[in-house]
């Protein structure tokens, strides 16, 4: 049973960049058949999809973050990571990580983390 | 960019009960060469992640109840919850995955009347 835990730190400070990593357990984040993604869900919010990234490092963003959005892998540590630059309060949110069904449903994600919150203040 | 719309933003209904939401996209998210909708639909409870229930607009997930169902070809979408339990109440989305980038509805909270 694949599952995904989010870290890192619960707190950032405005303009500072936003970092987390997602270790992935009861699977290989090298299969060439997925797709990690990053969700976030600001309070009370609906789900903003942040971007995602293939087993080779192929990544794609949501244009609306993709200036300040770096997602990355790490297959020696089955993990992958999200960095957030020049945050500000507006990023303040739950990060989800997930992945995908793979070739069954390319970009549906069947297996999600518990979600961390980020909140951005001084 | 496919801006999805759901409605209602809430509902209550009773024990026993269907429940219907409605998810609209702005653009058709049909794909023509293999007559596919790329559409799926996640329950979140409060304090968890979504959970997927339904894909292809109404493939049922392995393990989720057949009272949830998924209907709807093109831009017009439903899920239906038959009869109503008490452990369904939750917010459900739904999510294109036709084109990036991805987008969800803004969701449909479900209360028990």
């Known amino acids: 049973q694949v599952q995904l835990q989010e870290s890192g730190p619960g707190l950032v400070k405005p303009s500072q960049t936003l970092s987390l990593t997602c270790t992935v357990s009861g699977g290989s984040i090298s299969s060439a058949d997925y797709y990690w993604t990053w969700i976030r869900q600001h309070p009370g919010k609906g789900l903003e999809w942040i971007g995602f990234?293939?087993?080779?490092?192929?990544?794609y963003y949501n244009p609306s973050l993709k200036s300040r959005v770096t997602i990355s892998i790490d297959t020696s540590k089955n993990q992958f990571s999200l960095k957030l630059s020049s945050v500000t309060a507006a990023d303040t949110a739950v990060y989800y990580c997930?992945?995908?069904?793979?070739?069954?449903?390319?970009?549906?994600?069947?297996?999600w983390g518990q979600g961390t919150l980020v909140t951005v203040s001084s | 960019d496919i801006v999805m719309t759901q409605s209602p933003d809430s509902l209550a209904v009773s024990l026993g009960e269907r429940a219907t939401i409605n998810c609209k996209s702005s653009?058709?998210?049909?794909?023509?060469?293999?007559?596919?909708?790329?559409l799926a639909w996640y329950q979140q409870k409060p304090g968890q992640p979504p959970k997927l229930l339904i894909y292809w607009a109404s493939t049922r997930e392995s393990g989720v109840p057949d009272r949830f169902s998924g209907s709807g070809s093109g831009t017009d979408f439903t899920l239906t919850i038959s009869s109503l339990h008490a452990e369904d109440v939750a917010v459900y989305y739904c999510q294109q995955y036709y084109s990036t980038p991805l987008a969800f509805g803004g969701g449909t909270k479900v209360e028990i009347k």
């Open positions: 653009q058709s998210v049909l794909y023509s060469s293999n007559n596919k909708n790329y």
């Open positions: 990234i293939s087993y080779s490092g192929s990544t």
């Open positions: 997930a992945r995908d069904k793979g070739s069954s449903a390319y970009y549906v994600m069947d297996y």
